[in-house]
């Protein structure tokens, strides 16, 4: 037997739900013309999204330290990586 708290199916149908609604918000806000900000509001709603996901339907929520500090240091990578893309894109 496991541990772990089970999640309700409530649970999983409101971040479902969530899911469907910052959906929606991403094909709204392709038509809103953000300029410069465009590409940060989709990134935005992207990490949202990905945050929902890895931590109710992937149960990142609870786990231990280990994993947590493993995630954390690939998500760190993943930014800088993309921090210093957008720096080099926008210098050219």
């Known amino acids: ?17 969530a899911l469907l609604v910052l959906t929606a918000v991403t ?3 392709v038509g809103i013309q953000f ?27 609870y786990e231990g330290a280990l994993i947590r500090i ?5 998500v760190l990578t993943l930014a800088v990586i993309m921090v210093l893309t957008f720096a080099d894109v926008s210098f050219r």
């Open 1 to 17: 037997m496991s541990d772990k708290p089970a999640i309700s199916y409530g649970r999983y149908l409101t971040i479902w739900l």
């Open 27 to 29: 094909i709204t806000a």
């Open 35 to 61: 300029g410069r900000w465009s590409v940060f509001a989709a990134i935005a709603i992207a990490a949202v999204k990905g945050t929902l996901v890895l931590f109710y339907f992937m149960h990142l929520r």
């Open 70 to 74: 493993t995630l954390s240091l690939a």
